[in-house]
């Protein structure tokens, strides 16, 4: 990967593995610092990442660090991190709020899935490349992460099944 090829892959694709990384962690400063260790990364292997396939590359970066500050998070001590897990139900009216608070609920694939293929545009195979895992597992993610959202809009009185009827 050429100079120009990396920088024109920065301009290109920056935004949407920012957008990626936001709406996995919800916490703009960790979101920066993942997108520019990714970019950094891309930049430290240039010589080996195909300009073709760096979309793909900076995207699995992306993704293996929201899985490792995921951890992170999960392995602080309780109630260093209670405040933020904490659940607090209520009543929305507002339909993409109920969907972003379920999608926050989501497991870290399961989510990360759902966001690759959903507000990214990802086909299956390129996010099985992308997470690393088998295209078998990531239509079941999907499926499973689908379904879930769904009982959550169900619950929120905001989907029906008979929504689907009339489409």
Not at 35 to 45: C, M, S, T
Not at 94 to 112: F, G, I, M, N, W
Not at 146 to 156: H, K, P, S, V, Y
Request: glycine share 4%; net charge negative; proline share 1%.
């Amino acid at each position: 990967m050429t100079t120009a090829e990396y920088n024109e892959c920065v301009t290109l694709y920056a935004d949407g593995v920012y957008r990626f990384v936001l709406k996995n962690l919800r916490d703009t400063d960790d979101s920066k610092d993942i997108v520019q260790e990714a970019f950094a990364r891309l930049w430290e292997r240039r010589k080996d990442v195909d300009g073709s396939k760096a979309k793909s590359y900076i995207f699995t970066a992306a993704y293996h660090l929201i899985v490792d500050k995921s951890r992170k998070i999960h392995e602080t001590p309780l109630m260093e991190s209670h405040d933020a897990f904490q659940t607090v139900f209520r009543q929305y009216s507002d339909t993409k709020e109920v969907l972003e608070a379920a999608v926050a609920k989501l497991p870290t694939d399961q989510r990360s899935v759902i966001m690759l293929r959903d507000y990214e545009g990802y086909s299956y195979d390129e996010i099985a490349e992308i997470t690393g895992m088998t295209l078998s597992q990531v239509k079941v993610y999907i499926f499973r992460g689908r379904t879930f959202l769904r009982r959550q809009l169900e619950n929120q009185g905001i989907y029906s099944a008979n929504m689907e009827d009339a489409v």
